[in-house]
Nanobody, 121 residues
């Protein structure tokens, strides 16, 4: 059973910073990609940033230069450092991972439960 557990959300003022963390646990063989997505009220879930096993990163245009994704392979943890936050960054942030497990040795997609970020103006 794979679990992705996010932490670090909360309320922050515009211009502030926050760091999200997501820990993957379970009978994992390998992680191909980890990333962050977000969903604001009334909007579709959208990609924020991803990082591959080779540490190649990809960012949504709206967060480039403000957000930084990183990972700790030993801890199976992905981070999202968010700086210069804007009210429009307010959303539920979801951790995502494409990984294989002992019982499912092929790539599957997994999601965390989400963590709320609210940026006040």
């Amino acid at each position: 059973q794979v679990q992705l557990v996010e932490s670090g959300g909360g309320l922050v003022q515009a211009g502030g910073s926050l760091r999200l963390s997501c820990v993957a646990s379970g009978n994992i063989i390998s992680i191909n990609v980890m990333g962050w997505y977000r969903q604001a009220p009334g909007k579709q879930r959208e990609l924020v940033a991803t990082i591959t096993s080779s540490s190649s990163t990809n960012y949504a245009d709206s967060v480039k230069g403000r957000f930084t994704i990183s990972k700790d392979n030993a801890k199976r943890t992905v981070y999202l450092q968010m700086d210069s936050l804007k009210p429009e960054d307010t959303a539920v942030y979801y951790c995502n991972a494409a990984l294989s497990t002992v019982t499912a040795p092929f790539l599957n997609n997994y999601w965390g439960q989400g963590t709320q970020l609210t940026v006040s103006s």
